[in-house]
């Protein structure tokens, strides 16, 4: 089973950038298809975008189009989240999570590894 770790999150202003990083350990990252979700409080867990197991295919959720970008690293077992223009509607929880196949990749049922999750806040 792959152990993940997120870092990166933190305080930043609106209209402000923040990179997300998932460090995968345990198992080698190339094996998986890659997610990242949100969590804000009182509300349900988000999805956010996956990405497939070579990079090649990525799929985001409607609320971050233009602003978000996935990446990964397979050969350092990572992957990132860069997000740009940020509103105080980003503000959560942000966790990347794991499965074995690219399909259903917005339904976090379908994955089978998480991370700790690391805290993103934008203030207005």
């Known amino acids: 089973q792959v152990q993940l770790a997120e870092s990166g ?6 209209g402000g950038s923040l990179r997300l990083s998932c460090a995968a350990s345990g198992r080698t990252l190339s094996s998986y298809v890659m997610g990242w979700f949100r969590q804000a409080p009182g509300k349900e867990r988000e999805f956010v ?3 497939n197991k070579s ?3 990525t799929n985001y959720a409607d609320s971050v189009k233009g602003r978000f ?4 690293d397979n050969a350092k077992n990572t992957v990132y989240l860069q997000m ?4 105080p509607e980003d ?6 999570a794991a499965k074995n196949y ?8 379908g994955y089978n590894a998480w991370g700790q999750g690391t805290q993103v806040a934008v203030s207005s």
């Open 9 to 14: 999150g933190g305080l930043v202003q609106a």
């Open 49 to 51: 975008v996956a990405i």
């Open 55 to 57: 990079g090649q295919s």
């Open 91 to 96: 503000t959560a929880v942000y966790y990347c």
């Open 102 to 109: 690219y399909y259903g990749v917005t339904d976090y049922r």
């Open 69 to 72: 970008t996935i990446s990964r």
């Open 84 to 87: 740009n223009s940020l509103k």
